[in-house]
């Protein structure tokens, strides 16, 4: 039963491989059969809007209290996370989902663990509200006071400093957050020298097991929704989050959506523990054991257990693609 449904889903990484053929510029390599692909070498993306935008990304006059830009959550260096459980806010409570990385994002089919953000200029307009406590007009009159800004929104943009435009920059250099050339993609690619043995072992057993019924496609998730704890409960859940506040049934209202998350991407993932949407799992090796417990009703051996964690060391990519 599980073979059947990982064919079902190679085509749909069969038809996700097509298309980002076809995003970056017709870019050929001969692995579509496989239930992964690899992440493009590089984005095609305009390079004057994508430097403003990451300047915008650093800049802590998008937010309230002028103490924190995107970066402070979502650190470039740190692999687009911040290392913690959950974070805390410029103004408000502390977040109660962990923070998933910003690379690699723009493969989601939505963004946010419940994947209300539709695409990501949508989310960067709520990302500023609700992460960085900010009113648009606010930062719109912030920035509108540097000069600098001002020359290259004028050059660059219908309209110069406005709410949209600044949405566009900051979306266009979230476009350009790409993780190329993990040990495994050159596997994929036709290095068959790129992963041990011991790792292609791991990636056998992923697809053997049906890890990759859910976590496939470019990112290794990021293209379904799923239920979380499908054959068990995890270890922790805060009943409050499930109740419908942060799974997909805030998005739908459809009882089913209950307990319903955006499957995360597993780029990286070696980077960017603690894992799962309450970030209180701190190691891999454990994330590995109770997703091979509650998503498919397995316990699973040490052997399994570590060939599983060293097929996920190999996804480790370059930060940034860099277009040759
Ligand atoms: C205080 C910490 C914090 C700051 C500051 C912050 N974020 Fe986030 N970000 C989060 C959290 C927490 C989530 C997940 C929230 C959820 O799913 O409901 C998130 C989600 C995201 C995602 C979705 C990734 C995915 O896989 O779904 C992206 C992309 C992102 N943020 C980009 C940004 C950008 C751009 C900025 C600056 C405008 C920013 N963030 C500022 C904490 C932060
Ligand atoms: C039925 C779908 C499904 C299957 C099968 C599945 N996962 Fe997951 N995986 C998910 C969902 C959904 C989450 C998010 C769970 C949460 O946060 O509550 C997740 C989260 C994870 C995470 C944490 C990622 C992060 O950034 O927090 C890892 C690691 C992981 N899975 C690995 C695996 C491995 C290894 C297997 C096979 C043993 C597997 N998964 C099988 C759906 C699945």
Same mark, same amino acid.
């Given at each position: 039963?599980?073979?059947?449904?990982?064919?079902?889903?190679?085509?749909?990484?069969?038809?996700?491989?097509?298309?980002?053929?076809?995003?970056?510029?017709?870019?050929?390599?001969?692995?579509?059969?496989?239930?992964?692909?690899?992440?493009?070498?590089?984005?095609?993306?305009?390079?004057?809007?994508?430097?403003?935008?990451? +300047?915008?990304?650093?800049?802590?006059?998008?937010?309230?209290?002028?103490?924190?830009?995107?970066?402070?959550?979502?650190?470039?260096?740190?692999?687009?996370?911040?290392?913690?459980?959950?974070?805390?806010?410029?103004?408000?409570?502390?977040?109660?989902?962990?923070?998933?990385?910003?690379?690699?994002?723009?493969?989601?089919?939505?963004?946010?663990?419940?994947?209300?953000?539709?695409?990501?200029?949508?989310?960067?307009?709520?990302?500023?509200?609700?992460?960085?406590?900010?009113?648009?007009?606010?930062?719109? +009159?912030?920035?509108?006071?540097?000069?600098?800004?001002?020359?290259?929104?004028?050059?660059?943009? +219908?309209?110069?400093?406005?709410?949209?435009?600044?949405?566009?920059?900051?979306?266009?250099?979230?476009?350009?957050?790409?993780?190329?050339?993990?040990?495994?993609?050159?596997?994929?690619?036709?290095?068959?020298?790129?992963?041990?043995?011991?790792?292609?072992?791991?990636?056998?057993?992923?697809?053997?097991?049906?890890?990759?019924?859910?976590?496939?496609?470019?990112?290794?998730?990021?293209?379904?929704?799923?239920?979380?704890?499908?054959?068990?409960?995890?270890? +922790?859940?805060?009943?409050?989050?499930?109740?419908?506040?942060?799974?997909?049934?805030?998005?739908?209202?459809?009882?089913?959506?209950?307990?319903?998350?955006?499957?995360?991407?597993?780029?990286?993932?070696?980077?960017?523990?603690?894992?799962?949407?309450?970030?209180?799992?701190?190691?891999?090796?454990?994330?590995?054991?109770?997703?091979?417990?509650?998503?498919?009703?397995?316990?699973?051996?040490?052997?399994?257990?570590?060939?599983?964690?060293?097929?996920?060391?190999?996804?480790?990519?370059?930060?940034?693609?860099?277009?040759?």
């Amino acid at each position: 039963m599980r073979w059947s449904s990982v064919r079902v889903r190679s085509r749909i990484g069969a038809a996700v491989a097509l298309w980002i053929g076809w995003v970056s510029g017709g870019e050929a390599w001969a692995t579509v059969s496989e239930p992964v692909v690899p992440v493009p070498l590089c984005t095609t993306m305009d390079g004057e809007k994508n430097r403003l935008g990451k +300047r915008l990304y650093h800049d802590v006059r998008l937010s309230s209290g002028n103490s924190l830009s995107c970066a402070s959550c979502h650190s470039l260096e740190g692999w687009g996370v911040d290392g913690l459980p959950t974070s805390v806010r410029d103004h408000g409570p502390r977040n109660r989902l962990n923070t998933p990385t910003v690379f690699n994002a723009l493969f989601n089919i939505a963004q946010y663990w419940n994947g209300r953000g539709a695409n990501l200029e949508e989310l960067v307009e709520e990302e500023v509200r609700v992460q960085l406590g900010s009113d648009w007009n606010d930062v719109v +009159r912030k920035i509108s006071q540097d000069e600098g800004y001002r020359q290259d929104f004028a050059r660059l943009y +219908r309209g110069g400093i406005r709410g949209e435009n600044l949405r566009d920059a900051l979306a266009e250099f979230l476009r350009s957050l790409i993780t190329p050339n993990s040990r495994f993609d050159r596997y994929l690619r036709g290095e068959s020298g790129a992963i041990t043995a011991e790792e292609q072992a791991g990636y056998a057993l992923f697809k053997g097991l049906g890890c990759v019924s859910c976590h496939q496609g470019v990112n290794l998730g990021g293209n379904m929704f799923h239920q979380s704890g499908f054959f068990a409960a995890l270890d +922790r859940d805060d009943p409050s989050i499930e109740s419908g506040e942060a799974d997909r049934f805030a998005v739908t209202g459809i009882a089913e959506d209950r307990r319903v998350f955006k499957v995360p991407g597993l780029r990286n993932v070696a980077r960017t523990a603690p894992y799962f949407h309450e970030g209180y799992v701190a190691t891999l090796e454990e994330a590995v054991t109770v997703m091979a417990r509650t998503q498919l009703g397995r316990e699973l051996s040490e052997r399994e257990r570590s060939l599983l964690v060293a097929f996920l060391r190999t996804l480790d990519g370059t930060l940034y693609g860099e277009c040759p």
